[in-house]
Every structure is written in structure tokens, then in C-alpha cells.
Nanobody, 120 residues
Framework: QVQLVESGGGLVQAGGSLRLSCAASGTMFRIAVMGWYRQAPGKQRDMVATITSGDITNYADSVKGRFTISRDNAKNTVYLQMNSLNAEDTAVYYC??????????????WGQGIQVTVSS
């Protein structure tokens, strides 16, 4: 199984910025997709942004133009640059990794989550 360790969260004022990092280790399989998801209290876990090994990105409508996901394959690390943060961005952010280890089997792993709190 892959290990995913998030860092970079914390408390920020509305309008501010944070950059989250997620370092993956423990597997030699190519991680096809890495992404960030978030979950606010009482809410479901929703996709924020994903990026493939070929740097194809996808964003939730609510973060388009404000967040940027990037990936350093050499370091097995994915980043989420978050700008113009607002209160609706407050959530626990989870790093996700997806890969196939056989034609019919896949792994979908999660980090422990990291808190992002945006205050006014």
C-alpha cells in the first residue's frame, strides 16, 4: 500500500493563500491519478482537484481559477496551491492516490487529512 502524508495546512485569513503538499511513498507502481478531496463537518467528501501522471488536471467548479494542482513525479509529491481562500474552503483536505497493480485490480488510498481553516 502507498503511504500518503499531507502537510501545509493551517489557519489563514479570507483572501489568503496556502499550499498543501502530499508525499507518496511505499509503492513502485505508477500512480495514475493523484488528487485532493475535502470534507467539511456534516458534509460528504468532495473532489477538489485531480492530476494524472501526464499532468492532465481536473477541478471542482468551486475552485476553478483559485486553486492549482501540480505534481512532481520525481519526488512522488502532489501540491495544491490555494489562493483567494474563503470560508467555504474550510475543511479537512485529503490526499488521494489511485493506481492499478493488475489489469483487474486497483488501489485507491487516502492520507490522514489535514485541516484548512479560513477565518474572516
Amino acid at each position: 500500500q502507498v503511504q500518503l502524508v499531507e502537510s501545509g495546512g493551517g489557519l489563514v485569513q479570507a483572501g489568503g493563500s496556502l499550499r498543501l503538499s502530499c508525499a507518496a511513498s511505499g509503492t513502485m507502481f505508477r500512480i495514475a491519478v493523484m488528487g485532493w478531496y475535502r470534507q467539511a463537518p456534516g458534509k460528504q467528501r468532495d473532489m477538489v482537484a485531480t492530476i494524472t501522471s501526464g499532468d492532465i488536471t481536473n477541478y471542482a467548479d468551486s475552485v476553478k481559477g483559485r486553486f492549482t494542482i501540480s505534481r512532481d513525479n520525481a519526488k512522488n509529491t502532489v501540491y495544491l496551491q490555494m489562493n483567494s481562500l474563503n470560508a467555504e474552503d474550510t475543511a479537512v483536505y485529503y490526499c488521494n492516490a489511485y493506481y492499478r497493480y493488475s489489469p483487474s485490480s486497483s488501489y485507491n488510498g487516502w492520507g490522514q487529512g489535514i485541516q484548512v481553516t479560513v477565518s474572516s
